[in-house]
């Protein structure tokens, strides 16, 4: 496989100011992240709310610049690309496809606007496009004059994935793709996810709370912590054997609770961490049932572990010890 997208020490900071007399403080959203996008691959990404997934996803679509850090489409730089060319290669698909859909216009114009703005053709070929999309992702011509507020939120969906597929890009970043959708709707839309996949040999970064859902499609998965990769292992190598004790917690609450005895305990006690005053060392470490004293003093950089990659100092040669 060759890596299709490559993001490279890359930091999102967010300034939040406090009031007229208080100082701004910096909140690192993503805080150092390393990853590669190989060409077909479904790159799951996981972690907690607030861990930093939409922000890292806004940067690889070129909605949000890097605070430090590169990120490269075939080895170019995406500030260097420009938002348009990026735009025929990269396309997302949101949670809400109500509020990523203008209301006021029709259903084949919304589709039809990327061809528009790249210039592509007359108003009839456009048109006759986004029809054929609409009808490849499962809406019949029929829908092409209706407005979004006349669909149902599985057909808001279909229209989204078809404006995002219309260019024909190479990746698509589903951002919480399903979670707005009823239960029965959304695995309608994952299926067609995976069957465009199939068509188009599209590449996907797929992020969901859905770790069922991510077992399911995902081909590898990164599971995040406080802004940054914990592991990054072949889907079916981190369902079965997790290395990150971050990991094995979060997974581990894949497994369907036994009816009547509840979820089942994650051993995550504390809560998620105020990411504006993160724990010095490594950010899991008042969660973590091993930690030891180097886990509070040093954040752990990233090594490799057969073909995974886990930030975990019972994996690093120079502390293994100190965890046996
Ligand atoms: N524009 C912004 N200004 C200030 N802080 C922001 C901004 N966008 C995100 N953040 C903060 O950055 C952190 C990461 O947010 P992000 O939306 O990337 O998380 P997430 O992993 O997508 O969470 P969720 O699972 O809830 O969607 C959060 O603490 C969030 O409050
Ligand atoms: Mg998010």
Same mark, same amino acid.
């Given at each position: 496989?060759?890596?299709?997208?490559?993001?490279?020490?890359?930091?999102?900071?967010?300034?939040?100011?406090?009031?007229?007399?208080?100082?701004?403080?910096?909140?690192?959203?993503?805080?150092?992240?390393?990853?590669?996008?190989? $060409?077909?691959?479904?790159?799951?990404?996981?972690?907690?709310?607030?861990? /930093?997934?939409?922000?890292?996803?806004?940067?690889?679509?070129?909605?949000?610049?890097?605070?430090? /850090?590169?990120?490269?489409?075939?080895?170019?730089?995406?500030?260097?690309?420009?938002?348009?060319?990026?735009?025929?290669?990269?396309?997302p698909v949101f949670q809400d496809p109500y509020g990523s859909l203008n209301p006021r216009k029709r259903?084949?114009?919304?589709?039809?606007?990327?061809?528009?703005?790249?210039?592509?053709?007359?108003?009839?070929?456009?048109? $006759?496009?986004?029809?054929?999309?609409?009808?490849?992702?499962?809406?019949?011509?029929?829908?092409?004059?209706?407005?979004?507020?006349?669909?149902?939120?599985?057909?808001?969906?279909?229209?989204?994935?078809?404006?995002?597929?219309?260019?024909?890009?190479?990746?698509?970043?589903?951002?919480?793709?399903?979670?707005?959708?009823?239960?029965?709707?959304?695995?309608?839309?994952?299926?067609?996810?995976?069957?465009?996949?199939?068509?188009f040999g599209l590449t996907y970064v797929f992020i969901s709370h859905n770790l069922a859902v991510v077992?399911?499609?995902?081909t590898r998965v990164a599971v995040m912590y406080l802004g940054r990769v914990v592991e990054l292992a072949?889907?079916?190598?981190?369902?079965?054997?997790?290395?990150?004790?971050?990991?094995?917690?979060?997974?581990?609450?894949?497994?369907?609770?036994?009816?009547?005895?509840?979820?089942?305990?994650?051993?995550?006690?504390?809560?998620?961490?105020?990411?504006?005053?993160?724990?010095?060392?490594?950010?899991?470490?008042?969660?973590?049932?091993?930690?030891?004293?180097?886990?509070?003093?040093?954040?752990?950089?990233?090594?490799?572990?057969?073909?995974?990659?886990?930030?975990?100092?019972?994996?690093?040669?120079?502390?293994?010890?100190?965890?046996?």
């Amino acid at each position: 496989m060759t890596a299709l997208m490559e993001v490279a020490g890359v930091r999102r900071d967010f300034s939040l100011s406090r009031g007229l007399f208080a100082r701004a403080r910096t909140l690192h959203a993503v805080d150092g992240i390393d990853l590669t996008l190989e $060409k077909g691959e479904v790159l799951g990404i996981v972690g907690e709310s607030g861990c /930093g997934k939409s922000t890292l996803a806004r940067m690889l679509l070129g909605l949000l610049p890097p605070s430090a /850090g590169r990120i490269t489409l075939d080895g170019v730089d995406l500030a260097a690309l420009g938002r348009r060319k990026l735009a025929a290669r990269v396309q997302p698909v949101f949670q809400d496809p109500y509020g990523s859909l203008n209301p006021r216009k029709r259903i084949a114009s919304i589709v039809a606007l990327p061809l528009a703005v790249h210039d592509m053709g007359d108003a009839a070929y456009r048109r $006759k496009r986004a029809i054929d999309m609409l009808e490849r992702v499962g809406l019949p011509a029929r829908f092409a004059d209706s407005y979004p507020g006349q669909l149902s939120g599985g057909q808001r969906q279909r229209v989204a994935i078809a404006r995002a597929l219309v260019m024909r890009p190479e990746i698509v970043v589903c951002d919480e793709p399903t979670s707005a959708l009823d239960v029965s709707v959304q695995s309608q839309i994952l299926n067609l996810l995976m069957d465009l996949r199939q068509e188009f040999g599209l590449t996907y970064v797929f992020i969901s709370h859905n770790l069922a859902v991510v077992e399911h499609i995902a081909t590898r998965v990164a599971v995040m912590y406080l802004g940054r990769v914990v592991e990054l292992a072949a889907t079916a190598e981190i369902f079965a054997s997790a290395r990150h004790p971050y990991s094995q917690a979060l997974l581990a609450s894949v497994l369907t609770p036994e009816p009547g005895k509840g979820v089942p305990d994650n051993g995550l006690g504390l809560a998620f961490p105020d990411p504006l005053d993160p724990p010095p060392g490594c950010g899991f470490n008042p969660r973590c049932l091993y930690a030891r004293p180097v886990c509070k003093a040093t954040a752990p950089a990233a090594v490799a572990d057969g073909a995974a990659r886990v930030a975990c100092h019972a994996y690093a040669p120079l502390y293994r010890k100190e965890f046996e």
